[in-house]
C-alpha cells in the first residue's frame, strides 16, 4: 500500500494546507494509506479528528514520517534538514524553484533524487521555465512532461498506481 505522508507547513504566515479531510477521504478511498502530521489543518480550523475520520493516520513524530513515507506531499519546498530523512525512492511533490534554491537542489542531488527512475514534471504549457530561462531537467531522458491541472492529474495517477 502506497504510504502518502502530508506534513504540517511550517513557514511563517501559511495559512494554505497542502490536503483537506475530503481529499484525504479520496486517497484513502483510492487505497492509499494517508499520513498527516497532527495540526496540518490548524490554519483552516479543520482538527486532527476530522482528518482520522476521513481515514487518515494523524502522527507527531515528522521525522518517522518522513522516512517512512513513499510519498510526502507538501505546498512549500521541503527545508534542508529534512532531505537526508526522506527514504530512498521517495517521491517529494511540492513546488520548487530550482533557479533560488540552489542549496536545497543539491542537497536533493546529493540525495540522488536526479537520479530517480523517471522524474515527473507538472506544467500548465510547453511554455519555458521561471522567467523564460529553460530548465535542464525538462530534457533529461528519465523526465515525463505532465501538461494540465495539477489536481486533476495528481487524481489520475493516485488512480492507476492503485490499478496496478
Known amino acids: 500500500m502506497m504510504r502518502i505522508l502530508v506534513p504540517k507547513e511550517t513557514a511563517a ?7 483537506v479531510p475530503e481529499a484525504a477521504k479520496r486517497l484513502a478511498g483510492l487505497g492509499a494509506e494517508v499520513v498527516v502530521e497532527s495540526g496540518i489543518g490548524g490554519a483552516i480550523h479543520r482538527g486532527d479528528v476530522e482528518y482520522e475520520r476521513a481515514g487518515a493516520c494523524v502522527i507527531a513524530d515528522r521525522a518517522a514520517g518522513l522516512r517512512d513515507a513513499h510519498v510526502v506531499l507538501r505546498l512549500r ?3 534542508l534538514d529534512e532531505v537526508a530523512l526522506l527514504g530512498e525512492g521517495c517521491i517529494r511533490i511540492s513546488h520548487l524553484d530550482p533557479f533560488n534554491q540552489r542549496k536545497l537542489i543539491e542537497r536533493l542531488a546529493v540525495a540522488n533524487v536526479d537520479q530517480a527512475h523517471t522524474v515527473f514534471v507538472l506544467k500548465r504549457s510547453m511554455a519555458l521555465g521561471f522567467a523564460g530561462v529553460e530548465n535542464r531537467l525538462f530534457l533529461n531522458e528519465n523526465t515525463r512532461m505532465i501538461f ?5 492529474t495528481l487524481q489520475a495517477i ?5 490499478a496496478t
Do not use: I, W, Y
Open 148 to 152: 494540465g491541472d495539477a489536481k486533476q
Open 13 to 19: 504566515g501559511e495559512k494554505r494546507v497542502p490536503l
Open 77 to 79: 519546498k521541503p527545508p
Open 158 to 162: 493516485v488512480t492507476e498506481f492503485k
